[in-house]
């Protein structure tokens, strides 16, 4: 079974950091790209970063310069560093991945099931 797991939420002081990771699991070849996405309460999820294979990655201009988004192909990780965090960074973060099935060789778009992030004084 193929499946995606967030870890690394949590609360947080203002200025503080965290780093979300993203696993990936089952019959997977790679990863072909990975995005985080985050919802506030009462708010649509919107995409706060992403990444291809080939390393070109995006950013929301909400924390650029803030975050950085990373793959580890050889590991099966994607991470999402989160520094300078303000209070409206506070969302569930999802993990989005377009994942290479072994067997198809197909891409396929997988999400993980969230990971909260709480920056509060």
């Known amino acids: 079974q193929v499946q995606l797991v967030e870890s690394g939420g949590g609360s947080v002081q203002p200025g503080g950091s965290l780093r979300l990771s993203c696993a990936a699991s089952g019959s997977i070849s790679s990863i072909s790209g990975m995005g985080w996405y985050r919802q506030a309460p009462g708010k649509q999820r919107e995409l706060v970063a992403n990444?291809?294979?080939?390393?070109?990655?995006n950013y929301a201009d909400s924390v650029k310069g803030r975050f950085t988004i990373s793959l580890d192909n050889a590991k099966n990780l994607g991470y999402l560093q989160m520094n300078s965090l303000k209070p409206e960074d506070t969302a569930v973060y999802y993990c989005n991945a377009r994942l290479r099935r072994i067997v198809s060789g197909f891409d396929y778009v997988y999400w993980g099931q969230g990971t909260q992030v709480t920056v509060s004084s």
């Open positions: 990444i291809v294979s080939g390393g070109s990655t």
